[in-house]
């Protein structure tokens, strides 16, 4: 390694008069070490008290609803004002049932739209940004990944609901529903479109909001594929769809994968936009992709207040199990995402180098 | 890589692929910037033609008036934001980068806590807040105030803020080490008079995206922050703190026009502040790199 220049900072260290006493940096190196170790622990406790606490407060609820609470449809918060019953132990108000099923469904189902959308736009863009476009163009361009990252999901919730949910329902759902054919698959695009807000209209919004997830990962793992496979996939007359094709995607295909799983997790857990755009309908699973429906996340955030006004902590347990639920699968998504990025990156180090 | 195959794709149709995906990879391009300007366009034109000076300065009547106890709440976040996280994740990224001893098997010892951020960086912001309420707003009798959403979004935003501090510090070449340890110097003198200070705009423009993105967040405010249409008192605990992203959350689809006005105004400070720290990080960035390349 070439040795480079003195740091700037490195002039006035040598004169600077504190940098004298072996015990003062001993003291110091201790702090460091202890305030560090203190700062890696915090994070820990924290994730730590988030689970247990869910868990504990799911506890009731689960002791109610079971394992069937994630495969049943109803969501009855039952007569909060009249009697209460007790089932299992837990006293709950009368008639009270709780099912997770159409918004698991809902979440799983708005997830995979999402990741339909949002990877092909991501390569896409990835490359137009890197082996596309010239640097002077690209640079600026590429901001715009950085503002649809930033932009807060209320404001795109916002827009989704007011802006391009009637467009799509007015312009292109019907179009688009009136024309396909009633086979398997493609009879969930028939139908009534309703008015915007729907399944279709909150996968897409929140494919657009993972974008930027899988886009500037794909993009920086592209920086990081050498030139020289690819000039001389081109030297052997390669067109250079080819050498996307056949080169540079295999080159980093399990950072991509890493990378879309990542997004997947962001499409889980996203909240407020879906909470607009969604129809926030409970317990019913939409009947074709234009139908209303609702996420976990969306129920949890529509849902609290009102659940709060139960005077027998069931309703609010219940948001827990749900909660919990979104975690667990949050949790294993990202754990999974961790590895297969972790493996990418083992992969990569040593040829980025070279 | 493939082999080729025996009967090889006629030259036009190799050509027609060319194009497709040239047109592709323009077509995808054209999918994110055009929606990044139909939301930033949509918001300034609902919200400029309107826009009154004194939305700055007035307090809010919830669905009319101003915003001024938002862009404070909203400020007075970010900024205990800036001290919990920012302190913990800084520390948390230096610890991961720097200071945590290598174990035997060749595997640092803050493996757990880079699990955990991993983990927490994908953690749905509903569920946080949720805890937040049910924990700190109900259980410990907080209630809505400021020192719950403070936690629950540091809580959020640590990861980002302990990755870009990692990877900031992963830049640093070497020898800058070596040379600080050459020179005598302890590793806390090292890192602080050498490695940290190298490393520092990549630290700051890290702490500027977490900020951005916690100012921009409503699921975990919502339960823990509460709502309030005055402006945030100093007592962290027992007061409700008004914040930006409330008022776009409800008034969006109040039936009065004047609701309309302050969600849409509320989004437009939004991006203005959002797109501020994204423009400073940036500035940040491209005169560092400036410097690195002078210096080489």
Do not use: C
């Not at chain 2, 800084?90 to 010892?109: K, M, N």
């Amino acid at each position: 390694m070439t040795v480079p220049s003195t740091p700037r900072s490195a002039t006035p260290v040598a004169r600077d008069p504190r940098a004298t006493g072996v015990r003062r940096h001993r003291r110091e190196d201790r702090a460091w070490r202890i305030g560090g170790r203190l700062a890696t622990i915090l994070p820990i406790v924290g994730f730590a008290f988030v689970m247990i606490v869910l868990a504990v407060k799911a506890w009731p609820a689960f002791r109610v609803s079971g394992l069937g609470f994630i495969t049943h449809s109803a969501w009855q918060p039952g007569n909060t004002y009249g009697g209460t019953q007790r089932v299992h132990g837990v006293l709950i108000p009368q008639g009270a049932t709780y099912g997770a099923w159409p918004m698991l469904l809902g979440t799983l189902q708005t997830s995979a739209i999402a990741l339909l959308v949002a990877l092909p736009i991501s390569i896409g863009t990835a490359f137009a940004l890197t082996e596309r476009l010239p640097k002077w163009l690209s640079a600026p361009l590429g901001f715009f990944v950085e503002i649809l990252a930033g932009v807060p999901s209320v404001i795109i919730g916002l827009w989704g609901v007011l802006v391009l949910g009637p467009f799509l329902s007015r312009d292109v759902y019907p179009i688009v529903a009136n024309h396909l054919p009633n086979v398997p698959v493609l009879r969930y695009f028939r139908g009534s479109v309703g008015y915007g807000e729907g399944l279709l209209t909150s996968g897409l919004v929140l494919g657009l909001m993972i974008v930027p997830v899988i886009a500037s990962t794909t993009r920086d793992l592209f920086l990081q594929v050498p030139p020289l496979p690819k000039e001389g996939a081109l030297a052997l007359g390669m067109t250079d769809a080819e050498v996307a094709r056949r080169v540079t995607i295999p080159w980093v295909r399990s950072g991509i994968i890493g990378a879309t799983v990542l997004g997947l997790g962001r499409a889980l857990g996203e909240t407020i936009a879906v909470a607009m755009v969604s129809g926030s309908v409970l317990g019913t699973v939409a009947p074709n992709v234009y139908g209303t429906m609702t996420t976990i996340a969306a129920t949890i955030v529509t849902q609290l207040d009102s659940a709060a006004t139960d005077g027998t902590g069931f309703a609010v347990a219940t948001l827990a199990e749900a909660g919990l639920v979104l975690a667990i699968i949050s949790v294993v998504v990202n754990l999974l995402a961790r590895t297969i990025v972790r493996r990418a990156g083992r992969m990569a180090a040593p040829v980025g180098r070279a | 890589m493939s082999v080729v195959p025996a009967s090889y794709p006629s030259t036009r149709w190799r050509r027609a692929k060319v194009g497709l995906f040239r047109a592709f990879t323009i077509l995808a391009l054209a999918f994110v910037i055009g929606p990044a300007l139909w939301i930033i366009g949509g918001v300034v034109v609902k919200a400029v033609p309107g826009w009154r000076w004194n939305v700055l300065t007035t307090l809010s009547q919830g669905t009319s008036g101003g915003l001024e106890n938002a862009i404070v709440g909203t400020l007075l976040l970010m900024l205990g934001v800036t001290v919990v996280a920012g302190s913990i994740g800084i520390l948390t990224g230096i610890y991961l980068a720097e200071i945590a001893p290598p174990t035997r098997r060749g595997r640092s010892s803050g493996a757990v806590v880079r699990v955990v951020i991993d983990v927490l960086s994908g953690f749905p912001s509903i569920v946080l807040g949720y805890v937040g309420y049910v924990a700190l707003v109900v259980g410990l009798h907080w209630g809505y105030s400021f020192l719950p959403a403070v936690l629950i979004l540091s809580l959020m935003v640590i990861p980002y803020i302990a990755k870009a501090t990692e990877s900031a510090l992963h830049q640093v070449p070497t020898s800058y080490r070596e040379g600080a340890e050459a020179l005598g110097m302890s590793l806390g003198y090292g890192l602080r008079k050498v490695v940290v200070r190298s490393a520092l705009p990549g630290i700051v423009t890290g702490l500027l995206l977490a900020l951005a993105i916690a100012g921009g967040e409503t699921a975990p405010l919502l339960y823990t922050a509460g709502a309030s249409n005055t402006l945030p008192s100093i007592a962290p605990l027992h007061h409700p703190v008004a914040y930006l992203t409330y008022y776009v959350w409800t008034d969006w689809n109040q039936p009065m026009a004047s609701a309309h006005v302050v969600s849409y105004d509320a989004s437009l400070i939004l991006i203005v502040m959002v797109l501020t720290l994204l423009v400073v990080s940036r500035v940040i960035v491209a005169r560092t790199q400036r410097h690195s390349e002078s210096a080489r």
